[in-house]
């Protein structure tokens, strides 16, 4: 009976060392290959099907060259080999669930660039321009609302570019940071008849005063978006502006020969408006697209285990993070970007939100 069970036993282990060998040998693998994607068991079925219906190839995803011993591997181990992180949330309990998640992958999007939370400013604690304006078209303009209908803050008030603070090493600065952001996109909204509130206190200077530590931003920010919603009741928009700290390579994308900052819309995953903030990003992603295509990185939910997990999204369905840009990108290349953005938001207000507003 030993015997048996030994040899049963030593049959499987042959089998699967076999379908290893054939898989290893029909890929190329770099011990930094990261990149993965949901729908690889699709690919995978499609290319076992397609060894016997060849028409199959006309719709087969462009990848590398697949192998009946990858796709056998793949099918009865849930290990990627293009896809080194399975091998790591298979083997770690919990890994999967404390990771960043891609909701929607834009343009090159994937596990080994997203968004950085950046760190406290070094002078934390301590005490311490603007292109030409872009014309509207006149039959573009419309009156503006007479309520202010959005509003924009910034958690981490003092990111900033190399650009625009050289002498800061980790790119914060008290005076030129993301509120130049947050200002130029609220004038480009009232330029399109959005009336828009904007923020620009300095969060940090209130953490100090308070004596609260940098990773309660959120609950400093907080405070500002309570009290702006308790005075403005016609709320329809809501964006806290942030810049990541990905280098220029990843945050950077040329349109019709000019230089755009990439943005990248962020979700807290433990907020109960999850799945309307979702939505929200994924329409903005997808007009974004439209018009500019490769200038979204897409959406990502953080869990609490790596960030806030909320990003005071609790207070309202239609507030987003959207990081612009990153620490390399400079000033003409950022307001494009928020020029864009600008011009986007103000496709979805006045479409699908006044439209949604009507019906109620």
């Known amino acids: 009976m030993i015997k048996i069970a030994a ?13 290893s060998i054939i898989a290893f040998s ?25 060894l016997e219906n060849h028409s199959l ?61 950046s760190p406290p400013p070094q002078d934390f604690g301590m005490h311490d321009e603007t292109d ?11 009156e503006l609302t007479n309520d202010y209908v959005a509003f924009i803050y910034h958690s981490h008030t003092r990111e ?38 904007v923020d620009t206190t300095d969060i ?39 810049r990541d700290s990905v280098k220029k390579h990843v945050t950077t994308k040329k349109i019709k020969g000019q230089a755009y900052a990439k943005v990248m819309f962020v979700i807290g995953k433990s907020n109960p408006n999850y799945n309307k903030n979702l939505e929200f990003a994924d329409k903005l992603h997808r007009l974004l697209e439209k018009k500019y295509p490769g200038l979204s990185r897409g959406a990502i939910a953080k869990p609490n285990t790596v960030g806030n997990g909320i990003y005071n999204q ?10 612009v840009g990153g620490v390399d990108n400079n000033l003409e290349e950022l307001n494009r970007t928020v020029d864009a953005l600008a011009e986007v938001i103000s496709d979805y207000y006045w479409g699908e939100a006044v439209e949604a507003s009507k019906n109620k």
């Open 160 to 197: 900033s570019f190399h650009s625009l603070a050289p002498n800061s090493k980790d790119a914060n600065s008290k005076d030129k940071n993301v509120t130049l952001l947050g200002k130029r996109l609220g004038e480009k909204l009232e330029e399109r008849g959005i009336k828009t509130l």
């Open 57 to 117: 190839h006309s719709v087969m995803p462009t990848q590398p060259d697949s192998s009946l011993g990858k796709v056998a591997l793949e099918i009865l181990t849930n290990i990627n080999l293009a896809d080194m992180k399975t091998f790591l949330f298979t083997e770690i309990p919990g890994l999967y669930a404390s990771s960043p998640q891609i909701l929607i992958a834009g343009q090159g999007t994937d596990f080994t660039n997203l968004p950085i939370e």
């Open 26 to 50: 029909s890929l190329k693998i770099s011990a930094f290959s990261f990149i993965g994607s949901d729908s690889s068991k699709t690919d995978s079925f499609l290319y076992i099907l397609s």
């Open 132 to 142: 030409e304006a872009e014309l509207i078209p006149n039959d573009e303009k419309k």
């Open 7 to 19: 040899r049963s036993s030593l049959s499987v282990i042959a089998v699967f060392f076999i379908i």
């Open 204 to 242: 940090s200077d209130k953490l100090v005063k308070k004596g609260m530590n940098y990773n309660q931003s959120y609950t400093a920010s907080r405070e500002i978006v309570v009290d702006a919603m308790s005075q403005n009741k016609e709320f329809k928009l809501m964006f806290d502006i942030h």
């Open 314 to 323: 609790d207070l309202f369905d239609h507030n987003l993070i959207i990081e």
